[in-house]
């Protein structure tokens, strides 16, 4: 008797059709992509090629071959467990190259879907809904959460930068050994933590900006007028009473050491301004002396030490948001890492 002829319950196709399937789909969207004109740079389409590739090939080397209509939440499962822990050159997924990643296959499956009439392949969509740690990604990375110091370090910071200043019951010439410039360097790091501001604010505060009228105690300051520039108007804010003693010693040195000019922190004696390069060192200068890491988010560390305090001090975050020079939008993420925060000085 012959043998019976077996007949596949599906329709199979060899190795190489199915490849060829990636390949054309991809292609597909890529060319409609280049025709909207949403895709012109040569660099863009080639990382976006490399993707599909290393995807393509994962899913061909499974057995049964994982093919487009055959993808499912599981497969991309696996595959996210396959190359879970290895470097990024091997094109591990980290959370923003796993979204980039699910985002260009679910792209190209409803794009094959629409130019093949069939039903779209939701696998790549329902990954990215399962993982929210991945659908955040882009955000977190637009907007990473800030970097600030802890009470430790803050009070360690305030020691040091107060030790600047005279002290009652210490000898005027006790702090003779510091120059105008190490009083300046410490008194603008004290007004980026004690007021929030950031080093462009300090490059271009002028003596016009220190206001002492309306303060608790006669003549010493207690906010701030900051210019504004082309990204944030001219603002108000106050400043922790530490600070406030440190500059106002600051402007009694300045008027010591002869300097003239209209910027508060100038960068000689004859009133040149601060320019970016020099405080930048002379800052990350003082984080140092004072035992700080100043590597580890550098001195914005302190704008966002100052905001976490205000906000948990009661201040509402959209006050908090006019004294920053920022669109109350931006306070959203003080608000995301602020549950953490114990207490900040």
């Given at each position: 008797?012959?043998?019976?002829?077996?007949?596949p319950?599906?329709?199979?196709?060899?190795?190489?059709?199915?490849?060829?399937?990636?390949?054309?789909?991809?292609?597909?969207w890529?060319?409609?992509q280049?025709?909207?004109?949403?895709?012109?740079?040569?660099?863009s389409?080639?990382?976006?090629?490399?993707?599909?590739?290393?995807f393509?090939?994962?899913?061909?080397?499974?057995?049964?071959?994982v093919?487009?209509?055959?993808?499912?939440?599981?497969d991309?499962?696996?595959?996210?467990?396959?190359?879970?822990?290895?470097?990024?050159?091997?094109?591990?997924?980290?959370?923003?190259?796993?979204?980039?990643?699910?985002r260009?296959?679910?792209?190209?499956?409803?794009?094959?879907?629409a130019?093949?009439d069939?039903?779209?392949?939701?696998?790549a969509?329902?990954?990215?809904?399962?993982?929210?740690?991945?659908?955040?990604?882009?955000?977190?990375?637009?907007?990473?959460?800030?970097?600030?110091?802890?009470?430790?370090?803050?009070?360690?910071?305030?020691?040091?930068?107060?030790?600047?200043?005279?002290?009652?019951?210490?000898?005027?010439?006790?702090?003779?050994?510091?120059?105008?410039q190490?009083?300046?360097?410490?008194?603008?790091?004290?007004?980026?933590?004690?007021?929030?501001?950031?080093?462009?604010?300090v490059?271009?505060?002028?003596?016009?900006?220190?206001?002492?009228?309306?303060?608790?105690?006669?003549?010493?300051?207690?906010?701030?007028?900051?210019?504004g520039?082309?990204?944030?108007?001219?603002?108000?804010?106050?400043?922790?009473?530490?600070?406030?003693?440190?500059?106002?010693?600051?402007?009694a040195?300045?008027?010591?050491?002869?300097?003239?000019?209209?910027?508060?922190?100038?960068?000689?004696?004859?009133?040149?301004?601060?320019?970016?390069?020099?405080?930048?060192?002379?800052a990350?200068?003082?984080?140092?002396?004072?035992?700080?890491?100043?590597r580890?988010?550098?001195?914005?560390?302190?704008?966002h030490?100052?905001?976490?305090?205000?906000?948990?001090?009661?201040?509402?975050?959209?006050?908090?948001?006019?004294?920053?020079?920022?669109?109350?939008?931006?306070?959203?993420?003080?608000?995301r890492?602020?549950?953490?925060?114990?207490?900040?000085?």
């Amino acid at each position: 008797m012959a043998a019976e002829l077996s007949l596949p319950l599906f329709d199979e196709l060899p190795p190489a059709a199915h490849a060829t399937a990636f390949g054309q789909a991809f292609e597909a969207w890529l060319a409609d992509q280049r025709g909207a004109g949403l895709l012109r740079r040569d660099g863009s389409a080639s990382v976006y090629k490399d993707m599909w590739e290393a995807f393509a090939t994962w899913c061909l080397g499974q057995s049964p071959a994982v093919t487009l209509p055959s993808l499912a939440l599981t497969d991309l499962q696996a595959f996210q467990a396959a190359r879970f822990g290895r470097k990024t050159s091997d094109l591990s997924l980290t959370p923003r190259y796993a979204l980039r990643l699910m985002r260009l296959i679910d792209r190209v499956l409803r794009h094959h879907a629409a130019q093949t009439d069939a039903v779209v392949n939701t696998a790549a969509a329902d990954w990215i809904q399962a993982n929210p740690e991945v659908r955040y990604a882009d955000a977190a990375h637009a907007d990473p959460l800030p970097e600030y110091l802890p009470v430790s370090e803050a009070r360690q910071l305030i020691a040091f930068l107060s030790a600047a200043r005279p002290r009652p019951g210490v000898p005027r010439n006790a702090h003779a050994g510091l120059t105008w410039q190490e009083v300046r360097n410490r008194a603008s790091v004290a007004l980026q933590l004690g007021a929030g501001l950031t080093p462009g604010d300090v490059r271009a505060l002028t003596l016009d900006s220190p206001v002492a009228q309306g303060g608790r105690v006669r003549e010493r300051p207690w906010k701030l007028h900051v210019p504004g520039d082309g990204n944030s108007p001219a603002r108000e804010t106050p400043m922790a009473p530490w600070a406030a003693e440190l500059l106002q010693h600051w402007l009694a040195v300045r008027t010591e050491a002869g300097i003239v000019g209209t910027y508060l922190f100038p960068s000689t004696r004859t009133g040149k301004q601060w320019q970016k390069p020099s405080q930048y060192e002379c800052a990350k200068r003082v984080l140092e002396e004072a035992g700080m890491d100043s590597r580890e988010g550098g001195s914005f560390r302190l704008r966002h030490t100052f905001a976490l305090r205000q906000l948990r001090r009661g201040t509402s975050p959209e006050q908090v948001a006019r004294w920053l020079g920022i669109e109350p939008a931006k306070m959203k993420r003080y608000e995301r890492v602020l549950p953490d925060v114990v207490e900040v000085v």
